[in-house]
Nanobody, 116 residues
Framework: QVQLVESGGGLVQAGGSLRLSCAASGSIISINYMGWYRQAPGKQRELVATITSGGSTNYADSVKGRFTISRDSAKNTVYLQMNILKPEDTAVYYC??????????WGQGTQVTVSS
């Protein structure tokens, strides 16, 4: 089992910034990927950004140039720096850990609200 604890969500005005953190603990396998997904009311959960244990990153087109994902492997922690936030970024943000397709875990989610 892997436990994920997210923090850093909140309310911010459009154009502002927030930084999300996700700390993983438990049965961590060294080769893995971690990522952030989000789900807005009435919409499906969507990928925001992922990062592998080797440092390769992937971003949704809607956040490229505004969001940056990074990780501290020693702390098993992944971060999402979100800049130039827009109202459409409002959602519950979930952290995900995976080391193979059938072995993955989700965090409890953290609310991000961007006011116009």
């Amino acid at each position: 089992q892997v436990q994920l604890v997210e923090s850093g969500g909140g309310l911010v005005q459009a154009g502002g910034s927030l930084r999300l953190s996700c700390a993983a603990s438990g049965s961590i396998i060294s080769i893995n990927y971690m990522g952030w997904y989000r789900q807005a009311p009435g919409k499906q959960r969507e990928l925001v950004a992922t990062i592998t244990s080797g440092g390769s990153t992937n971003y949704a087109d809607s956040v490229k140039g505004r969001f940056t994902i990074s990780r501290d492997s020693a702390k098993n922690t992944v971060y999402l720096q979100m800049n130039i936030l827009k109202p459409e970024d409002t959602a519950v943000y979930y952290c995900k850990y995976s080391s193979r397709p059938d072995y993955y875990f989700w965090g409890q989610g953290t609310q991000v609200t961007v006011s116009s």
